[in-house]
Protein backbone atom coordinates (compact mmCIF):
# COMPACT_ATOMS: atom_id res chain seq x y z
CA UNK A 1 0.00 0.00 0.00
CA UNK A 2 1.20 3.26 -0.97
CA UNK A 3 0.04 6.86 0.02
CA UNK A 4 -0.54 9.29 -3.26
CA UNK A 5 2.03 11.07 -4.06
CA UNK A 6 0.17 14.15 -4.19
CA UNK A 7 -1.67 13.61 -1.01
CA UNK A 8 -0.46 16.59 1.39
CA UNK A 9 -0.27 15.53 5.61
CA UNK A 10 0.89 16.87 8.42
CA UNK A 11 2.29 16.01 12.00
CA UNK A 12 -0.54 16.52 13.97
CA UNK A 13 -2.72 14.66 11.74
CA UNK A 14 -4.69 17.07 8.47
CA UNK A 15 -4.58 14.72 5.84
CA UNK A 16 -5.45 16.84 1.94
CA UNK A 17 -6.54 15.26 -0.88
CA UNK A 18 -5.81 18.19 -3.98
CA UNK A 19 -7.22 16.35 -6.86
CA UNK A 20 -10.50 15.74 -4.55
CA UNK A 21 -10.48 18.79 -2.49
CA UNK A 22 -11.19 16.27 0.52
CA UNK A 23 -9.63 16.81 3.81
CA UNK A 24 -9.35 14.62 6.95
CA UNK A 25 -7.91 14.31 10.43
CA UNK A 26 -6.50 11.87 12.25
CA UNK A 27 -4.64 10.76 15.36
CA UNK A 28 -1.41 10.88 16.33
CA UNK A 29 -1.10 7.40 15.63
CA UNK A 30 -2.64 7.60 12.15
CA UNK A 31 -0.27 10.44 11.73
CA UNK A 32 3.16 8.72 12.14
CA UNK A 33 1.96 5.83 10.41
CA UNK A 34 1.01 8.35 7.42
CA UNK A 35 4.77 9.91 7.75
CA UNK A 36 6.62 6.48 7.39
CA UNK A 37 4.10 6.01 3.98
CA UNK A 38 5.41 8.81 2.64
CA UNK A 39 8.91 8.12 3.63
CA UNK A 40 8.44 5.13 1.74
CA UNK A 41 8.42 2.75 4.38
CA UNK A 42 7.01 -0.98 3.21
CA UNK A 43 3.80 -2.08 5.26
CA UNK A 44 5.63 -4.60 7.30
CA UNK A 45 8.02 -1.74 8.52
CA UNK A 46 5.72 0.14 9.71
CA UNK A 47 3.69 -2.67 11.74
CA UNK A 48 7.25 -3.60 12.88
CA UNK A 49 7.63 -0.32 14.34
CA UNK A 50 4.33 0.18 15.53
CA UNK A 51 4.71 -3.51 17.60
CA UNK A 52 7.94 -1.83 18.63
CA UNK A 53 6.83 1.55 20.01
CA UNK A 54 3.21 0.68 21.23
CA UNK A 55 1.63 -2.40 23.51
CA UNK A 56 -0.41 -3.30 20.90
CA UNK A 57 -1.18 -7.36 20.09
CA UNK A 58 -0.17 -8.28 16.52
CA UNK A 59 -3.24 -10.00 15.89
CA UNK A 60 -5.10 -6.93 17.15
CA UNK A 61 -2.93 -4.56 14.63
CA UNK A 62 -3.16 -7.00 11.80
CA UNK A 63 -7.04 -6.09 12.19
CA UNK A 64 -6.81 -2.52 12.82
CA UNK A 65 -4.31 -1.96 9.45
CA UNK A 66 -7.12 -4.04 7.33
CA UNK A 67 -9.04 -1.28 8.69
CA UNK A 68 -7.05 1.63 8.10
CA UNK A 69 -5.92 0.37 4.70
CA UNK A 70 -9.69 0.20 3.64
CA UNK A 71 -10.07 3.73 5.06
CA UNK A 72 -7.60 5.12 3.21
CA UNK A 73 -8.60 3.09 0.19
CA UNK A 74 -12.32 4.56 0.52
CA UNK A 75 -10.83 7.93 0.86
CA UNK A 76 -8.86 7.64 -2.30
CA UNK A 77 -5.93 8.31 -0.54
CA UNK A 78 -3.51 5.64 -1.95
CA UNK A 79 -2.35 3.96 -5.00
CA UNK A 80 -3.66 1.11 -6.78
Same mark, same amino acid.
Given at each position: ?? !?? $?N?????????FN?? &?? %???? /?????????? !?? $?L???A????????? &?? %??E? /???D????D????????N??E?
Amino acid at each position: MK !LK $KNIATSENGFIFNPS &TG %DSFS /SNGIAAEILG !LM $KLGRSADDIKQHILN &TY %DVEP /SQLDRDWEDWSMQLKDANLTEL
